[in-house]
């Protein structure tokens, strides 16, 4: 029987889940992985500082919606991914973190670069775990990509520690892990799905707000089908623009506040009322709520709700669009409301009034015009990834997204630094599409020693930084 190191047991689990690409900062003890991985024909990318891998890591993530996969050496090196694990963590992104860590039989001992990694990320993952046997490698690796990607997504980690990794197993004797060939996708009671069809066609101003759930589940399509039916005004979190075409005739991005003011009804898809919705209090206090998502502690966090649904955003949506289908006459004439035509003024207005900056000759460049410039030569499914703080403002009502996924930023966390380690990911995820990286001067100082990074791996990325002090 072949005798193998538990190095190998993992970078052959990674291959065998269909991981493509390793983001990592190499060190001791996960040397071995990232060989082995390589040996797997698993692309490997090293970074110049740790915390970089893992923001480009949750890139990949949020672009390709397939768990991103980082690694890093023992103590320093893993608490240094932390901030990009918190990132992905608040964003539900599915990620595989594996931890190099000092002998597990040492523990205790007061041993080189010994500290309780297990304790410190266990509050921000899904799950983590630490095994003593090589031989459980290959179910422990499988295990986490299913916890990664079932339910709500997000991070999870395994503690790897030195001895295990280079404890000699045969190959015969690992545990074989089971795969599910698809995922589990909860769907909604068929009377449920009738009431919420029903409250949608008795709305005189209904709009849907979704997010992150409705990305990772696929439900793009359906939800731009759903749109067009009913003439339903669409806006999302800001991590997942993109889900329906920002020049859709229902997508009115600049009368974003005023439809949430004003709606009666609002449909939230997979996405929580955080502080960015101010806890769900940015919508019509009167307005009625329908909340859908997997998760069942999300259903009337921070703001009652009148009619909460645990299930998966496409499979609930695909069964409201087969409703939505079979009552047509609801629909009829609603692209002419009085609801989108306010709408459609607001968005008309503030086109003109942003049309003077947009304009602009003044120097240094107005960043209103500098974010015109962009767009001309923009493809329509390019992916941006916007850092910083007023370019982020900036960008966000200037520059349009059109395909989900494609537009990246640090959401709900406001970490600075993600722009270029976000690009590298994206760019590494989807080789053939334009990656445009637009940076605050603040925020391009955080990771700019990874333009090395891109030069080292061939990644051609459009950056732009602009300087826009608080004066």
């Given amino acids: 029987m072949a005798k193998v190191i538990g190095s190998y047991l993992i970078s052959r689990t990674l291959k065998e889940e269909g991981v493509d690409t390793l983001f990592y900062l190499m060190g001791g003890p996960n040397f071995d992985i990232v060989m082995a991985a390589e040996d797997f024909g698993i692309r490997c990318i090293d970074f110049r500082h ?12 949020r672009v390709t919606g397939k768990p991103g996969v980082c690694t890093a050496a023992s103590g320093p090196g893993t608490l240094n991914l932390l901030t990009g694990v918190y990132t992905a963590a608040i964003d539900c992104a599915p990620m595989v973190i594996l931890g190099g860590a000092g002998p597990v039989h040492e523990i205790g001992r007061e041993a080189f670069q010994e500290v309780d990694q297990v304790g410190i990320m266990e509050p921000m993952m899904k799950w983590v775990h630490q095994t003593t046997q090589a031989a459980r490698y290959p179910e422990v690796v499988s295990m986490a ?27 015969e004797d690992a545990i074989t892990p089971w795969r599910a060939e698809r995922r589990t996708r909860p769907a909604a009671e068929a009377s449920v799905v009738r009431e919420t069809v029903d409250m949608l066609a008795a709305a005189e101003r209904p709009m849907i707000f979704a997010g992150g759930g409705a990305f990772f589940s696929g439900a793009a399509n359906e939800l731009t089908e ?31 506040s005023t439809a949430m003011r004003e709606t009666d009804l609002v449909l939230v898809v997979g996405t929580r009322l955080n502080w960015m919705v101010q806890y769900g209090h940015r919508f019509n206090p009167n307005a009625k709520v329908v909340q859908i998502d997997i998760d069942p502690a999300e259903l009337g966090h921070n703001r009652n709700i009148d009619l ?13 669009l087969e409703e939505a289908r079979n009552r047509e006459a609801d629909w009829a004439g609603r692209i002419e409301s009085d609801w989108i035509l306010r709408l459609s003024e607001i968005e008309d207005q503030r086109a003109a009034q942003g049309a003077a900056l947009q304009n602009s000759d003044q120097m240094p460049m107005h960043p209103v015009r500098l974010c015109k410039e962009i767009r001309e030569f923009l493809d329509r499914d ?15 009502q200037n520059i349009p997204t059109f395909v989900p996924g494609h537009r990246l930023n640090s959401g709900v966390t406001g970490t ?47 950056q732009r930084r602009l300087d826009c002090p608080d004066a």
């Fill in 226 to 256: 759903l749109v067009n039916l009913t003439s339903t005004p669409f806006y999302t979190a800001p991590m997942s623009r993109g889900l329906v075409a920002e020049d859709n005739p229902v997508s009115f991005q600049a009368a974003r």
């Fill in 308 to 320: 909460g649904i645990v299930g998966d955003a496409k499979t609930v949506v695909s069964q409201m």
């Fill in 145 to 171: 990509f299913r916890k990664a990607t079932t339910g709500r997504p997000g991070p999870v980690y395994i503690d790897c520690g030195a001895d295990v990794l280079y404890e000699e197993v045969d190959e």
């Fill in 416 to 462: 600075m630094g993600v722009g270029l380690p976000y690009g590298i990911g994206a760019k590494l995820a989807k080789p053939d599409k334009q990656v445009l990286v637009l940076h605050g001067d603040g925020s391009m100082g955080m990771n700019a020693m990874e333009l090395d990074t891109c030069v080292r791996h061939n990644r051609h990325l459009q």
């Fill in 382 to 396: 390019a992916i941006v990834s916007v850092d910083g703080n007023e370019i982020l403002h900036i960008g966000r």
């Fill in 50 to 61: 740790e915390q970089a891998a893992a923001f480009a890591a949750h890139a990949y993530a």
